[in-house]
C-alpha cells in the first residue's frame, strides 16, 4: 500500500514570497490532516479536512494560510506572504475515518520550508 | 482539553542498556494515547497506542509502554537499546478526532 505522498520535500523562499505544498494521501483515507513543525517542537495541527469539508482550521493563521482539499482527496495548502517564523516542516496526514478512539494517523515525510 | 508532557528533551544511553522516555498526559475525559517515533528525514511512525484496553502496551521494535491513571503517565521502556533506536520520540493524546503532540525526546544511543 502506498503511503501518504508529499510535494516538494525541499523549498527555500525569500520572505513576502507566496509557496505551495501538495499532499496526497493513502486512498480511501476519508480524513486529511495538515501539521507544522517548527525545528525542536512536537507537530501543531492547522488544519483538519473530512473528505472536502473543514472540520478543524482553529490554529490556521488565515490572514496568509490557505489550504483547500476540493475533490476530497488530494490538498493544496498555501503560505501568502511567508514570513521568517514560517520555516519549518510541513507534514500531511491522513486516517481512514475520524471520531474512533486511537485511529491512527499516517504521516508522509514532510516537506522542509527555509523562508530566508 | 489534553496535553502532554514529555519530561526529557534528551537521553542518552550506551547500546544495550534499557530505555526509558517519560510522558505525562492531561486530559478532561478518558484518553487515547500514543508514541511515534521520528527518524531523521523520514515520516513519523506509529510505535504503539493505548486506547483504554490492556494497561501495558506492546508496539513494534520491542517499545512497551504502561498508562498508569494514578500518576497520568505513559511512559515509554525498552529493555536493550539498539543504535537503530537513536531518533526523536513524540508522545501523543488523542481528542476526538486531533492528535496533541508532546514537544518530543531525542534518543541518543552510544556503542
Known amino acids: 500500500e502506498a503511503g501518504v505522498a508529499q510535494s516538494p520535500r525541499y523549498k527555500i523562499i525569500e520572505k513576502r514570497q507566496s509557496v505551495a505544498f501538495w499532499c496526497n494521501p493513502i486512498?480511501?483515507?476519508?480524513?486529511l490532516y495538515w501539521y507544522q513543525q517548527i525545528l525542536g517542537q512536537g507537530p501543531k495541527l492547522l488544519i483538519q479536512?473530512?473528505?472536502?469539508?473543514?472540520?478543524?482550521d482553529s490554529q490556521l493563521p488565515k490572514d496568509r494560510f490557505s489550504a483547500e482539499r476540493l475533490k476530497g482527496v488530494d490538498s493544496t495548502l498555501k503560505i501568502q506572504p511567508a514570513k521568517l517564523e514560517d520555516s519549518a516542516v510541513y507534514l500531511c496526514a491522513s486516517s481512514p475515518n475520524t471520531g474512533l478512539a486511537g485511529n491512527e494517523q499516517f504521516f508522509g515525510p514532510g516537506t522542509r520550508l527555509t523562508v530566508l | 482539553a489534553q496535553s502532554v508532557t514529555q519530561l526529557d528533551s534528551h537521553v542518552s544511553v550506551s547500546e544495550g542498556t534499557p530505555v526509558l522516555l517519560r510522558c505525562n498526559y492531561s486530559s478532561s475525559y478518558s484518553p487515547s494515547l500514543f508514541w511515534y517515533v521520528q527518524h531523521p528525514n523520514k515520516g513519523l511512525q506509529l510505535l504503539l497506542k493505548y486506547t483504554s484496553a490492556a494497561t501495558l502496551v506492546k508496539g513494534i521494535n520491542g517499545f512497551e509502554a504502561e498508562f498508569k491513571k494514578s500518576e497520568t503517565s505513559f511512559h515509554l521502556t525498552k529493555p536493550s537499546a539498539h543504535m537503530s533506536d537513536a531518533a526523536e520520540y513524540f508522545c501523543v493524546v488523542r481528542g476526538y478526532s486531533t492528535l496533541t503532540f508532546g514537544k518530543g525526546t531525542m534518543l541518543l544511543v552510544s556503542p
Open positions: 479536512f473530512q473528505n472536502n469539508g473543514v472540520v478543524d
Open positions: 486512498s480511501g483515507h476519508a480524513t
